[in-house]
């Protein structure tokens, strides 16, 4: 909706929504004739959401330009980096983002900033499929040297074969969370959930099977059987190549990474602390108003207006464009009126773009549902990673991510911004993709232990994240063009969301090389696994079990 009023109504201990392109008064009409009426039973605004039609058109307009853009060069990225196959996964791609819009639509459902989330969260891991299987299919390659030439789909099928447990284990713990956010949490945490969920079943078609099926037809063609260099398998990449020679000692000094992380930790902890939380009128209950100004206004001569005005505790954010925005507890008109009077004062005319009006009630019960929710994600995947690897892996890979969340918690402390629905799903999506990379990496760990021969597990670990480290790395610079288109071309609405995912990538690329692998490799020493049992033979003569 660009310009109107969806109206939530409590009625007798239940709620109903009526939903138009209503003005102020009409939705106050609206409620006293609704209360008037035949029902007999009060009735109590919960929620209130007018949007200015500019507010509204710009808003989707800059979302879509930044998404064409981001995804775009993403695109380009996989295209020069893998060539042909990356050009196969840029189609698939573009077929993954049709298939998800239909499925939206199919729904009728409607995508708000969340569900924007789920969607990036959803490019990330198709991309991430992707380029595992690319970088994988490049190791068997430079292994089976001159017969991959002969036939180039042997590398690439077996490159399937070997990521098809990372890919399943990644999707799985993913897709576990949206259910659990889309049946516990509600309002936009609720979109979040189903749009994941959409992008995540449609990135596993996408990535698994359309990409294999086009690569499978295009490495018959004779004009690329005799230039195998065109596939982009046939060569390891800079990155890997000097990883190759000279496999960095990571493990060696996994204390002082682990210090490290905690100093980190700590740093985010006393801004939650000292600063404190700014939460979102989405939790507490309040009115947020977004005026716009005739002209540019200093964002403390605004707040010292509106405190003037008798609105101490007031919070108070402008921008360069013009833009006022304005939260207080107070919720009625004639408090509005006198905050708009007052930024007149010092900013001239303003007119209201965007007014959200939240009930102290739905802001308790968003809150407990999504924490409920994010709770109960988070024990799902730890219980899930403890039975597909060790409890030893499980809890690193949690404790990584746990470490990002805190930390992105932490930034938005100090930099003093506002903890709403957005930051939610933003902050749900960093749970994703620091999952997705533990995984991945703690995956080739155990392939490695497997046929470890009696190689040190300090060695085996380092060669996991330097096998690892061109996928984390091209996979983190897919996401980052969404992102930065985002936060450049997004506009105000997008600025703290992409920031928190900008955050929350970088942290979890970092979280995974230097404490879920380091965090793996201490609790292992100390509780190594049991030694398999040996397996009984039997002997042909005496017929005796050894």
Same mark, same amino acid.
């Given at each position: 909706?660009?310009?109107?009023?969806?109206?939530?109504?409590?009625?007798?201990?239940?709620?109903?929504?009526?939903?138009?392109?209503?003005?102020?008064?009409?939705?106050?009409?609206?409620?006293?004739?609704?209360?008037?009426?035949?029902?007999?039973?009060?009735?109590?605004?919960?929620?209130?959401?007018?949007?200015?039609?500019?507010?509204? #058109?710009?808003?989707?307009?800059?979302?879509?330009?930044? #998404?064409?853009?981001?995804?775009?060069?993403?695109?380009?990225?996989?295209?020069?980096?893998?060539?042909?196959?990356?050009?196969?996964?840029?189609?698939?791609?573009?077929?993954?983002?049709?298939?998800?819009?239909?499925?939206?639509?199919?729904?009728?459902?409607?995508?708000?900033?969340? $569900?924007?989330?789920?969607?990036?969260?959803?490019?990330?891991?198709?991309?991430?499929?992707?380029?595992?299987?690319?970088?994988?299919?490049?190791?068997?390659?430079?292994?089976?040297?001159?017969?991959?030439?002969?036939?180039?789909?042997?590398?690439?099928?077996?490159?399937?074969?070997?990521?098809?447990? #990372?890919?399943?284990?990644?999707?799985?713990?993913?897709?576990?969370?949206?259910?659990?956010?889309?049946?516990?949490?509600?309002?936009?945490?609720?979109?979040?959930?189903?749009?994941?969920?959409?992008?995540?079943?449609?990135?596993?078609?996408?990535?698994?099977?359309?990409?294999?099926?086009?690569?499978?037809?295009?490495?018959?063609?004779?004009?690329?059987?005799?230039?195998?260099?065109?596939? +982009?398998?046939?060569?390891?990449?800079?990155?890997?190549?000097?990883?190759?020679?000279?496999?960095?000692?990571?493990?060696?000094?996994?204390?002082?990474?682990?210090?490290?992380?905690?100093?980190?930790?700590?740093?985010?902890?006393?801004?939650? @602390?000292?600063?404190?939380?700014?939460?979102?009128?989405?939790?507490? $209950?309040?009115?947020?108003?977004?005026?716009?100004?005739?002209?540019?206004?200093?964002?403390?001569?605004?707040?010292?207006?509106?405190?003037?005005? $008798?609105?101490?505790?007031?919070?108070?954010?402008?921008?360069?464009?013009?833009?006022?925005?304005?939260?207080?507890?107070?919720?009625?008109?004639?408090?509005?009126?006198?905050?708009?009077?007052?930024?007149?004062?010092?900013?001239?005319?303003?007119?209201?773009?965007?007014?959200?009006?939240?009930?102290?009630?739905?802001?308790?019960?968003?809150?407990?549902?999504?924490?409920?929710?994010? +709770?109960?994600?988070?024990?799902?995947?730890?219980?899930?990673?403890?039975?597909?690897?060790?409890?030893?892996?499980?809890?690193?890979?949690?404790?990584?991510?746990?470490?990002?969340?805190?930390?992105?918690?932490?930034?938005?402390?100090?930099?003093?911004?506002?903890?709403?629905?957005?930051?939610?799903?933003?902050?749900?999506?960093?749970? +994703?993709?620091?999952?997705?990379?533990?995984?991945?990496?703690?995956?080739?760990?155990?392939?490695?232990?497997?046929?470890? @021969?009696? *190689?040190?597990?300090?060695?085996?670990?380092?060669?996991?994240?330097?096998?690892?480290?061109?996928?984390?790395?091209?996979?983190?610079?897919?996401?980052?063009?969404?992102?930065?288109?985002?936060?450049?071309?997004?506009?105000?609405?997008?600025?703290?969301?992409? *920031?928190?995912?900008?955050?929350?990538?970088?942290?979890?690329?970092?979280?995974?090389?230097?404490?879920?692998?380091?965090?793996?490799?201490?609790?292992?020493?100390?509780?190594?696994?049991?030694?398999?049992?040996?397996?009984?033979?039997?002997?042909?003569?005496?017929?005796?079990?050894?």
């Amino acid at each position: 909706m660009q310009n109107g009023v969806p109206c939530g109504a409590g009625i007798g201990g239940g709620s109903a929504q009526i939903t138009g392109g209503f003005s102020g008064q009409e939705a106050r009409d609206l409620a006293a004739l609704v209360q008037g009426g035949a029902l007999p039973v009060p009735v109590t605004t919960v929620e209130q959401s007018t949007v200015g039609p500019t507010l509204g #058109a710009e808003a989707i307009r800059a979302s879509a330009l930044a #998404a064409v853009i981001g995804l775009a060069c993403t695109g380009l990225f996989v295209i020069v980096v893998y060539r042909l196959l990356g050009l196969l996964a840029t189609v698939a791609l573009l077929l993954y983002g049709l298939i998800s819009y239909a499925a939206v639509v199919a729904l009728g459902a409607t995508l708000t900033l969340p $569900g924007l989330a789920g969607f990036v969260l959803a490019v990330g891991i198709a991309v991430d499929a992707n380029v595992l299987v690319f970088e994988r299919a490049r190791e068997e390659y430079a292994a089976l040297g001159r017969t991959a030439a002969r036939d180039l789909r042997r590398p690439v099928t077996t490159a399937f074969g070997k990521v098809w447990s #990372a890919v399943a284990d990644s999707h799985i713990t993913t897709l576990l969370a949206a259910g659990l956010l889309f049946v516990f949490a509600t309002g936009p945490v609720k979109g979040f959930g189903v749009t994941l969920a959409i992008g995540v079943v449609t990135s596993l078609l996408t990535a698994m099977v359309v990409t294999r099926l086009l690569a499978d037809l295009a490495l018959r063609l004779p004009a690329v059987r005799r230039r195998p260099a065109v596939t +982009g398998i046939a060569e390891l990449g800079r990155l890997r190549t000097r990883l190759t020679r000279r496999v960095p000692r990571l493990t060696a000094r996994r204390r002082r990474w682990l210090t490290g992380c905690a100093g980190l930790l700590l740093v985010a902890l006393a801004g939650i @602390g000292v600063r404190g939380m700014e939460f979102g009128v989405e939790f507490t $209950g309040g009115r947020v108003v977004q005026y716009a100004a005739d002209r540019p206004v200093d964002a403390d001569a605004a707040r010292a207006a509106v405190t003037a005005a $008798g609105f101490p505790d007031a919070f108070v954010q402008t921008t360069g464009e013009g833009d006022v925005s304005v939260r207080v507890k107070e919720t009625g008109d004639g408090e509005q009126r006198e905050i708009r009077e007052a930024l007149t004062g010092v900013a001239g005319p303003v007119t209201v773009e965007r007014d959200d009006l939240i009930g102290p009630s739905l802001g308790s019960e968003l809150r407990t549902h999504a924490l409920l929710a994010l +709770g109960l994600a988070v024990a799902a995947q730890l219980l899930y990673l403890t039975v597909r690897f060790r409890w030893t892996y499980a809890t690193a890979a949690v404790a990584a991510m746990t470490q990002d969340v805190l930390l992105v918690i932490g930034l938005f402390a100090w930099l003093g911004k506002p903890v709403d629905s957005v930051f939610l799903a933003a902050l749900l999506t960093v749970v +994703g993709y620091s999952v997705n990379d533990s995984v991945v990496v703690l995956d080739r760990l155990r392939e490695l232990r497997r046929r470890g @021969g009696g *190689v040190p597990l300090t060695d085996l670990a380092d060669r996991a994240v330097a096998q690892t480290l061109p996928r984390t790395v091209n996979t983190g610079m897919g996401a980052l063009f969404v992102l930065v288109a985002l936060a450049v071309l997004g506009g105000d609405s997008l600025t703290d969301f992409s *920031v928190a995912l900008l955050a929350g990538v970088v942290l979890g690329m970092a979280s995974t090389v230097f404490t879920a692998i380091p965090l793996a490799v201490t609790l292992e020493t100390r509780h190594p696994a049991p030694a398999p049992a040996p397996t009984p033979t039997k002997r042909r003569r005496t017929g005796a079990v050894v």
